[in-house]
Each structure stands twice: as C-alpha cells, then as structure tokens.
C-alpha cells in the first residue's frame, strides 16, 4: 500500500487501559498513507477514535493518552467505595457451601427485595442476562472506583483543542444507510435501564437530545462507563410532566466490537482491531478486593451479543497478554509494549490489505494526497 491516501472505514474494540496500543495502529496506518472514512468504537476504542475524528495524529495520540492519570487505586478502600465487594466478601464468608464459587454467578442470583444478601436460586438461562443486568442495575448505582467527571472533563478539553465539542463538530464521514448523517465517529453504550444498546449520537434523540448537539466528549464518557469503575452516566427523559432516568454505561457490556455500526459493504473495506490476550477475571483465586472488582467488571462485559454476527471486514487482534484491562497504573515499559503491540498488528494486516487491493478488478477509493 503505497502513500496514495487509501480509504479504510476503521472498527476498534474496547478494552480498558489497552487502549493505548491503537496509537500504535494509528501511527502504521500514517507510515501506509492511509485516511479514514468512517470509524466506530465502544470504551477504549471510542476514546481513541474520538480522537483520531478529531485531526490528532499518532504521536499526539500517544502522549494525551499515554499522560492520563487515574490516580493511585487505593486498595484498602475498594470495599468501602464498592459496596458489592464488601456484599460478595461477606457472602463467601457466611455461605455454607462453594456453590456459588465466581462474581458471575453471584451477580446473576434473585435478590430479594429488602434483604442484605438473600436471594433465590436460578437455573433458568432464559432469564440469567435479565437478572444479571438488573443487579448490575442496582449495584453500579451504590459505588464505583473512580470519579467520571474527572474524565469527561479532561476529554472534553482535548477535543476543544481541535476545535470538537459536539457531534456536529464531525459530519465528515462517509454518507450512508448505516450513518445518514455522515458522523466521523459513532460508538456504542449500553442504557442499562431498558436493558438496550444505543448507538450515539443517533439514539440520543430518544432523550430528547439532538444528535448533532450532543457533546462528543459525553457521548465518550457514556461509551466508557464500565460498571463499578465508573458510575453510570444517568440521563432523564421527559415523560409528560414528570421525568424519567436512564442509567448508561460501557457499549462493551453487550459489544465489545461494534463493527455493524459500519455498512456492511467492501468498498471501501474496513480494519478492525480487537486488544486480545489476558485471562478474563470470573474465578477468584485470590480474594483480596482489588480481585473480586476485576472479575466484577469481567463478568459484566460481552454479555449481550450473538456470536453468529458475520464481520466481512479485515480483522487484527492485537497481543495485549501482558497487561490487564484494569491495570490503570502503567509504567512506561507496559505503554511502550501495548503500543509496539499495536503497529506491529496494523502493519501485518494493512499488508494484507495493500496485497488484496492490488488484485486485479479491485476498486480503491483513494484521496489524492
């Protein structure tokens, strides 16, 4: 693929802190003269897409996000600002047998109404995403481990930088049946009171927010609110004289890979990168708190997709094994791995691409640069 400005529509998955890694991809994708048309994301993958809508190149990419500092997690406070660790703690304590030997399991009991920790046992796999949903519902509302705000604020400022606040800031995408309105970037959250993904900003009508006046750096926040890391993001529709909430959180609770909100076409083709590797957090081996919050936020993610879904698309998963999604206190050799992690993946797979587009009877869309 040479410097001739090819076009890719551009998927990224989410993942927490891996994030870092797509700087990588961006800068690969720089180095093969590629431009974007249209991009979607979900959590780690908004955030970054957000910024790459926005005009930052890779380099620029890398230092914002590589910079951001969650602050020090203070372990010994994680069952005081989290309520349901201190609930599954005591569970465990109390509980006369190992069958309920996982967070995932716990958080899909019948909670009784009006009791600490009674509940009524469920075999029922039809109704085990209902019951799931519903205690993540309640218990993501009691505490989480870091202030949202904080990060809204800091995204916010560095849209501003380029002169992006809201979603009309970004009608510079491709026009088509998946995205009338042509947004650059599109992501996905979950409203966790109806139990429906959303896509923003085209949803955002539903509560009574123009899609083109919604901030970008909301629309982030919202895509990136992962259960009991984050408190949801609450939204109120007028309903007659009276409102109603809404609770959103991360898109990655049902998708962590929202390539449909993309046309299904192949022209032009789209790249999509999924931040893979690591183990998922369900079974505690050790059951200090800051355990039971990852496999907490584990066992609410990736719930909600059928998993016959067809991508057509170019697929790259990025080695992330070395770092856990929730290590929010990376030291430089871990950033530098995640994003060496990230051009190594984008430079295999756009030399995959390069080699397919070069076939004979292949249509490009290029840009002349």
């Known amino acids: 693929m040479s410097k001739s400005g090819q076009i890719l529509n551009l998927t990224l998955g989410g993942g927490g802190v891996k994030g870092i890694a797509y700087s990588g991809v961006f800068e690969a994708a720089e180095r093969y003269g590629i431009k974007w048309a249209n991009i979607s994301g979900v959590s780690a993958g908004a955030l970054a897409g957000a910024f790459l809508a926005a005009g930052y190149n890779s380099d620029q990419i890398k230092k914002i996000t590589g910079e951001f500092d969650f602050g020090k997690i203070e372990y010994g406070r994680i069952p005081e600002k989290l309520p349901i660790v201190s609930r599954y703690m005591q569970y465990r304590k109390s509980s006369r047998n190992n069958a309920i030997h996982s967070v995932e399991q716990y958080l899909n009991l019948r909670f009784r109404e009006g009791t600490e920790d009674g509940f009524q046992g469920n075999s029922d796999f039809s109704v085990y995403r209902g019951n799931l949903l519903k205690n993540v519902l309640t218990f993501s509302k009691e505490g989480a ?118 046309e299904d076409r192949l022209n032009p083709p789209t790249a999509g990168f999924k931040l893979s590797g690591g183990k998922k957090h369900s079974i505690i081996s050790i059951e200090t708190p800051l355990n039971i919050f990852k496999s907490l936020v584990s066992a609410v993610h990736d719930i909600g997709v059928p998993k016959n879904l067809y991508y057509r698309g170019y697929l790259a998963k990025i080695n992330t094994a070395k770092v856990d999604f929730l290590d929010f206190s990376l030291n430089d050799e871990q950033k530098r791995y995640l994003y060496d992690s990230g051009k190594s993946s984008a430079r295999f797979l756009f030399s995959k691409i390069s080699k397919d587009l070069q076939k004979p009877g292949r249509k490009l869309w290029v840009i002349k640069t």
């Open 145 to 262: 481990l870091f202030n949202g705000d904080y990060l809204e604020e800091w995204v916010y400022k560095v849209l501003m930088d380029r002169g992006v606040k809201t979603f009309a800031d970004l009608k510079t995408g491709i026009r088509d049946k998946t995205n009338p309105s042509g947004y650059k970037v599109r992501m996905t959250a979950v409203d966790i009171s109806r139990n429906k993904v959303i896509i923003l900003p085209d949803d955002i009508g539903f509560y009574g927010i123009e899609p083109d006046r919604l901030e970008v750096a909301k629309a982030v926040r919202m895509s990136t609110s992962v259960p009991f890391a984050f408190f949801p993001v609450e939204l109120k529709k007028s309903e007659g004289n009276s409102s109603k909430a809404h609770l959103i959180v991360d898109g990655g609770v049902f998708d962590g890979f929202p390539f449909w909100l993309i």
